[in-house]
């Protein structure tokens, strides 16, 4: 059973940087799709990247375009989600999931990571 692991959030000022990172023990994540997703308090859990398996093809929700780049290491086994110019309303528990690549147009990942939570406040 492959196991996710996140980590990388932390608390940072408007206009500020953080790398997420997801990790995987149990399982290879360049076999997956592999989406960042993340939960504000009192809203439902959205999309917010996700990179394919078969051609890396990647995608963003409109409200990180520019601004949040999601990548690969395979030799590492791990995909991380760089996040700059963050903004208050960026704050969330942030997860990263696997599973096949129609994750990527909306359908349920196999895997999930336990989250990581990212706070912008000043």
């Known amino acids: 059973q492959m196991q996710l692991v996140e980590s990388g959030g932390g608390a940072v000022q408007p206009g500020g940087s953080l790398r997420l990172s997801c990790a995987a023990s149990g399982g290879t994540l360049a076999y997956y799709a592999i989406g960042w997703f993340r939960q504000a308090p009192g809203k439902e859990r959205e999309g917010v990247s996700c990179?394919?398996?078969?051609?890396?093809?990647?995608d963003y929700a409109d409200s990180v375009k520019g601004r949040f780049t999601i990548s690969r290491d395979t030799a590492k086994n791990t995909v991380y989600l760089q996040m700059n110019s963050l903004k208050p309303e960026d704050t969330a528990v942030y997860y990263c999931?696997?599973?096949?690549?129609?994750?990527?147009?909306?359908?349920?990942?196999?895997?999930w990571g336990q989250g990581t939570q990212v706070t912008v406040s000043s």
């Open positions: 999931a696997a599973g096949l690549d129609i994750i990527c147009s909306g359908y349920p990942p196999e895997y």
């Open positions: 990179i394919n398996r078969s051609d890396g093809a990647t």
